[in-house]
């Protein structure tokens, strides 16, 4: 397993920017891939985006997708979301995640290892 620990979160106004950061360490495989999941307020956790650690393929959920940017640096083990035009309903909990069995998951319980969890609130 690794240890994942975010950071970048805070409060932001509609349509402004924030970048989050997630630090890996611990036994990292060229085949994982590492996620951003978020919570609402009362709802569920949900998939955000996805990179796969060596050949960089991305996906995003609909509802993010043209706003938000997924990427890593392999060489400094951290992976970053990008978030742009913000929305008051981006607002929630951000989790980094990751996992090496699948190349493409979009499902929390496909993922293992989770971090503590950044809050993201933007303001109308």
């Known amino acids: 397993q690794v240890q994942l620990v975010e950071s970048g979160g805070g409060l932001v106004q509609a349509g402004g920017s924030l970048r989050l950061s997630c630090t890996v360490s611990?036994?990292?495989?060229?085949?994982?891939?590492m996620a951003w999941f978020r919570q609402p307020p009362g709802k569920e956790r949900e998939f955000v985006a996805s990179?796969?650690?060596?050949?960089?393929?991305?996906y995003y959920a609909d509802s993010v997708k043209g706003r938000f940017t997924i990427s890593r640096d392999n060489a400094k083990n951290t992976v970053y979301l990008l978030m742009n035009s913000l929305k008051p309903e981006d607002t929630a909990v951000y989790y980094c995640?990751?996992?090496?069995?699948?190349?493409?998951?979009?499902?929390?319980?496909?993922?293992?290892?989770w971090g503590q969890g950044a809050q993201v609130s933007v303001s109308s």
């Open positions: 995640a990751a996992q090496f069995q699948f190349a493409r998951a979009t499902l929390r319980a496909q993922y293992d290892s």
């Open positions: 611990g036994r990292i495989f060229s085949s994982y891939t």
């Open positions: 990179i796969s650690w060596s050949l960089g393929n991305t």
